[in-house]
């Protein structure tokens, strides 16, 4: 029997690793791409929670005793307690959200149809999201939030 060899030209010498470093040239900026995204999504979602529950908290308040419930009252309470919802948020440690200079918005819409008490706040939150790994140009994006809430507080009847 004739033993038939088929040799290899192919010089083997470093090969295989010019073939990782060029994988990886395409691989690494693929994962650090995704992995911007991850932090953007869950700051998104961080923001439109706290959206949501600065919403219901102002919705919950009630205007002190003796006061009257109108607009000119509640308003600037309302206000107050967005900000201190919205510091205490900020102010958590969480890396994902960061403060973008931006205050809440808040509307207290408040309605006194025939003795009934009902009405609206609208709040719209603005938050900063620093990016883990800075992209070419860009090392942030702001995220907008909106919420609304019917007004729920026992509120005094007039």
Not at 46 to 54: E, G, P, S, T, W
Not at 79 to 108: C, E, F, H, R, W
Not at 135 to 143: D, E, M, Q, R, T
């Amino acid at each position: 029997m004739i033993d038939l060899k088929i040799q290899n030209f192919r010089q083997q010498k470093g090969s295989s690793i010019i073939e990782t470093l060029a994988g990886s040239f395409i691989i690494i900026p693929i994962i650090l791409f995704f992995i911007d995204v991850t932090g953007c999504v869950l700051s998104q979602m961080a923001n439109d929670h706290m959206c949501k529950d600065i919403a219901r908290q102002i919705a919950e308040m009630t205007p002190p005793s003796g006061t009257p419930f109108s607009d000119a009252v509640m308003q600037p309470l309302a206000a107050s307690k967005a900000q201190a919802v919205y510091n205490q948020y900020v102010d958590s440690g969480s890396m994902l959200i960061t403060d973008s200079g931006t205050a809440p918005s808040v509307i207290y819409d408040a309605a006194n149809q025939n003795g009934v008490h009902s009405g609206v706040v609208s709040v719209q939150t603005t938050v900063k999201c620093n990016f883990l790994v800075p992209l070419a140009g860009f090392s942030s994006v702001n995220f907008i939030s909106a919420a609304s809430e019917p007004i729920v507080a026992n509120l005094p009847t007039q």
